[in-house]
């Protein structure tokens, strides 16, 4: 099983990107899923998480700007960006906290990382 993310790029301040991430294999189930970010020369930090059953939550930095979002049919959890700051430039990677197929759970899986730019 492998996290896929996608979406990211470069944006203007106070535009908008979006980023998807999909786990891909054969799954039953997926606990929470978060975003994070890390920044130049910045520890990786969580930007937002969302349960299985769609309680959301944000760090400050982004509430109100971001919305975490998942669609369990499809095993993809989303980030909407709006009003990008110069600050969010960071790589943003997924992670699930538990995915679970037939007969096997993998904990703490990672995506690959995407790199968002915010730049004039």
């Known amino acids: 099983v492998q996290l896929q993310a996608s979406g990211g790029g470069l944006a203007q301040p106070g535009g908008s990107l979006k980023l998807s991430c999909a786990a891909l294999?054969?799954?039953?189930?997926?606990?929470?899923m978060e975003w994070y970010r890390q920044g130049p020369g910045k520890q990786r930090e969580l930007v937002a998480s969302?349960?299985?059953?769609?309680?959301?939550n944000y760090d400050d930095s982004v509430k109100g700007r971001f919305t975490i979002s998942r669609d369990n049919t499809k095993n993809t959890v989303y980030l909407e960006m709006n009003t990008l700051e110069v600050q969010d430039t960071a790589v943003y990677y997924c992670?699930?906290?538990?995915?679970?197929?037939?007969?096997?759970?993998?904990?703490?899986?990672w995506g690959q990382g995407t790199q968002v730019t915010v730049s004039s």
């Open positions: 992670r699930a906290d538990r995915i679970c197929g037939r007969d096997w759970c993998k904990f703490g899986v």
């Open positions: 294999g054969t799954i039953d189930s997926i606990t929470d």
């Open positions: 969302v349960t299985n059953s769609g309680d959301t």
